[in-house]
């Protein structure tokens, strides 16, 4: 691919973490849709001239995703992101499709569908897999398939199976796994990456650092919010 039809277009932006790694692979974000206004901020401060779109994503359409980032129905190499995860990790409460939250990965699909990118690129905690005996993740997976018929023409998107993967495997010193599902409309198959065949821990990461300083009253504060926040909002 020419770097013009690497734009992606990013759902649930956060910090832009997601964001960074398809950059380091060539890509090119064009928008970022993100609802939390700090995370903007960094958004803004670290990619001050990226279109970002600071809203409810059920509010907005693909239309205006796609205008934000200059972009027409089909041009986009791939639609990313995240959807809210709380609903379905093991260390929440996992309401799953009975939260509002849980049910944002199906506006995911939505600006799939409207937008008709290459591809697409989703993950999520591990914990969507068994939701309620993987109801969610096999309605997901059918939403996805479903034929998009545009202008006379009909798109299928072939979902590769999901996986998960685990960040220490990849070069990251950190045991986080994750959910992957990957799909695309122009008939290329895809493979999950291999692992490394080299692990790193967190003393190869932060070992040659100094010594930190004594929490701050700030960080003591919040810290102390960390079980009641827990027990409100189950994460």
């Given at each position: 691919m020419m770097d013009r039809d690497l734009r992606v277009i990013s759902l649930f932006s956060g910090a832009g973490g997601l964001d960074i790694g398809f950059e380091k692979?060539?890509?090119k974000i064009?928008?970022?849709v993100e609802i939390d206004p700090a995370c903007c901020e960094t958004l803004r401060s670290n990619r001050?001239?990226?279109p970002i779109i600071n809203k409810n994503i059920i509010e907005i359409s693909g239309n205006e995703?796609?205008?934000a980032a200059g972009l027409k129905v089909g041009e986009a190499a791939l639609v990313i992101g995240g959807p809210p995860c709380q609903s379905y990790s093991l260390a929440g409460l996992r309401k799953g499709l009975d939260d509002e939250r849980g049910k944002l990965?199906?506006?995911?699909?939505?600006?799939?569908?409207e937008t008709l990118p290459?591809?697409?690129v989703l993950e999520n905690v591990k914990g969507l897999t068994n939701w309620d005996k993987g109801r969610a993740l096999e309605l997901l997976m059918d939403e996805l398939s479903k034929p998009i018929v545009l202008d006379g023409n009909e798109y299928v998107y072939e979902i590769t199976p999901p996986r998960v993967l685990n960040a220490v495997d990849y070069g990251v010193p950190q045991y986080r796994e994750r959910l992957v599902l990957v799909g695309n409309r122009i008939n290329k198959p895809y493979e999950y990456p291999a692992p490394l065949p080299v692990r790193h821990t967190v003393w190869d990461a932060i070992g040659?650092?100094?010594s930190p300083d004594q929490p701050s009253e700030v960080a003591l504060r919040v810290s102390a919010t960390i079980k009641g926040r827990r027990e409100k909002h189950g994460y």
């Open positions: 692979a060539g890509f064009s928008v970022a001050p001239h990226l995703i796609l205008q990965l199906f506006e995911y699909v939505r600006i799939v569908r290459k591809g697409f040659a650092l100094p």
